[in-house]
C-alpha cells in the first residue's frame, strides 16, 4: 500500500529559528506536495515538486523553502520561524501518469512557533 | 480561477440516516472531481474521482458522488451512515490541463450520533 511518512509527528520551535519538516514516500510517485492546514482554510498549497531536483511554488510558498533531493524524500524549511507559521503540515505524493492523479497523504506535522 | 465551495461546515446526522455532502465548483473547462476524507489527527485519505463518464461514482464505505454539469456541482452522498464516518470531508478540483494543483474546498465536518 501507498505510504507517505512525516517526521516530526509534533514540533515546537521558537520564533527565527530554524525548522525542517522531511516527509518519505515509498510509492515511487514523481510529484510531492506540502500543504498548511488551518481552521477555516482547508488546505492551501505551499511548494510542490515534479521529481527529483525539481521544486516549485504553490499558493502560499512566503517563508518557506523546499528540498527534492530524491524521488523519495520531500523537506519543507522554514529559515526564520514566526507564529503565524503555527499549523498542521501535510506532505501528500501522487502519480501524474493516471488521467486524474490520487493524491496520498501523510499523517501531518503539528508546528507550534512560539 | 477555480474555486471549490462547500456550504456547510458541519452536518450532524443519527446512525442509519442518509447524508448529502455539497460541493460546488466554478471552472468552465474539463476538470477533474474528487473527495477525500480525514478522521482525527490523520491525514486525508482519498474516497472516489470523477473525470468522465457516468456522472455517479462509488467509493468506498458506500459512498457515492453524482456530477452535475449543470449545477457545477459533485455532492457526496451516503444512504446508511455509521458512527465511524464521522470525519472532515474535503472536496477537491483540478483541472485536466495545465497546472497539477488540486484545489480544495474548506471542509464539512461530519458528526455522525450513535
Known amino acids: 500500500e501507498a505510504a507517505v511518512t512525516q517526521s516530526p509527528r509534533n514540533k515546537v520551535a521558537v520564533t527565527g529559528g530554524k525548522v525542517t519538516l522531511s516527509c518519505n514516500q515509498t510509492n515511487n510517485h514523481n510529484n510531492m506536495y506540502w500543504y498548511r492546514q488551518d481552521t477555516g482554510h482547508g488546505l492551501r498549497l505551499i511548494h510542490y515538486?515534479?521529481?527529483?531536483?525539481?521544486?516549485e511554488k504553490g499558493d502560499i510558498p512566503d517563508g518557506y523553502k523546499a528540498s527534492r533531493p530524491s524521488q523519495e524524500n520531500f523537506s519543507l524549511i522554514l529559515e526564520l520561524a514566526t507564529p503565524s507559521q503555527t499549523s498542521v503540515y501535510f506532505c501528500?505524493?501522487?502519480?501524474?501518469?493516471?488521467?486524474?492523479?490520487?493524491?496520498?497523504f501523510g499523517s501531518g506535522t503539528r508546528l507550534t512557533v512560539l | 480561477t477555480q474555486t471549490v465551495s462547500q456550504s456547510d461546515a458541519h452536518v450532524t446526522v443519527f446512525e442509519g440516516d442518509s447524508v448529502e455532502l455539497r460541493c460546488n465548483y466554478s471552472?468552465?473547462?474539463?476538470?477533474?472531481l474528487s473527495w477525500y476524507i480525514q478522521h482525527h489527527g490523520h491525514g486525508l485519505q482519498f474516497l472516489l474521482k470523477y473525470y468522465s463518464g457516468n456522472p455517479v461514482v462509488q467509493g468506498v464505505n458506500g459512498f457515492e458522488a453524482e456530477f452535475s454539469k449543470s449545477d457545477s456541482s459533485f455532492h457526496l452522498r451516503k444512504a446508511s451512515v455509521h458512527w465511524s464516518d464521522s470525519a472532515v470531508y474535503f472536496c477537491?478540483?483540478?483541472?485536466?490541463?495545465?497546472?497539477?494543483?488540486?484545489?480544495f474546498g474548506s471542509g464539512t465536518q461530519l458528526t455522525v450520533m450513535p
Open positions: 477537491a478540483v483540478r483541472e485536466s490541463s495545465g497546472s497539477w494543483q488540486l484545489i
Open positions: 471552472y468552465g473547462g474539463s476538470i477533474y
Open positions: 501528500a505524493s501522487g502519480d501524474p501518469g493516471t488521467s486524474a492523479e490520487t493524491l496520498y
Open positions: 515538486s515534479y521529481g527529483a531536483g525539481s521544486t
